[in-house]
C-alpha cells in the first residue's frame, strides 16, 4: 500500500510541474507565414547563412581540436547545405553562381578532411569560406 501511495504522490507532483511550466513561445517573433514573400526569403536565406557560418566555425574547430566525430558531422551538414545551395540557385536560374556553386561542391562530393594533411585542409577551407562568401553575397543582394 506504501509503494503504491508513493507513486501517487510521484506523480501528482510530476503533473502538478508540467501545469506550473508558462509557455516560453514569443508572441513577437513573426513566423514566415506572417511575412511578405521578400521578407520571408530574406529571413529564409539569413537564416541559411546563419546555420552555415556557425557549422563551418564548428569544423574548423574539429579539425583544430582533431575531433574526427565532429570533423565528419559537421561536413556532412555542410555538404547538404551546399547541395541546398546549388538546388536553389537552379531553381532561380543564376547560372554564373550556380557554376561557381557546382564546382566548390564537386570539390567536396565523396571528400574526408584528413588531419595528417593541414596545407590540403587549409585549401579546402579557402574552398568553403569562398563558398560561404557567395551566400553572403546572395543575400546582401536580397537586402539591397
Do not use: C, W
Not at 509557455?23 to 521578400?38: F, G, I, M, V
Not at 539569413?46 to 556557425?54: D, G, K, L, P
Request: hydrophobic share 40%; proline share 1%.
Amino acid at each position: 500500500m506504501l509503494r503504491h501511495s508513493f507513486a501517487f504522490f510521484a506523480t501528482l507532483i510530476s503533473l502538478t510541474g508540467l501545469n506550473a511550466q508558462t509557455n516560453s513561445t514569443s508572441t513577437d517573433r513573426l513566423t514566415a507565414q506572417e511575412l511578405n514573400p521578400a521578407a520571408a526569403e530574406r529571413l529564409k536565406e539569413t537564416t541559411e547563412v546563419e546555420s552555415f557560418t556557425r557549422k563551418l566555425a564548428s569544423l574548423k574547430s574539429a579539425y583544430a581540436e582533431k575531433n574526427t566525430s565532429q570533423i565528419v558531422a559537421n561536413e556532412a551538414y555542410i555538404l547538404r547545405g551546399m547541395r541546398n545551395e546549388a538546388d536553389q540557385l537552379e531553381l532561380k536560374g543564376n547560372s554564373n553562381r550556380l557554376e561557381k556553386t557546382n564546382s566548390i561542391l564537386a570539390a567536396f562530393e565523396g571528400h574526408a578532411f584528413d588531419l595528417a594533411q593541414p596545407e590540403a585542409a587549409a585549401q579546402d577551407f579557402a574552398k568553403l569560406d569562398e563558398f560561404l562568401k557567395m551566400m553572403q553575397d546572395a543575400l546582401q543582394e536580397l537586402k539591397d
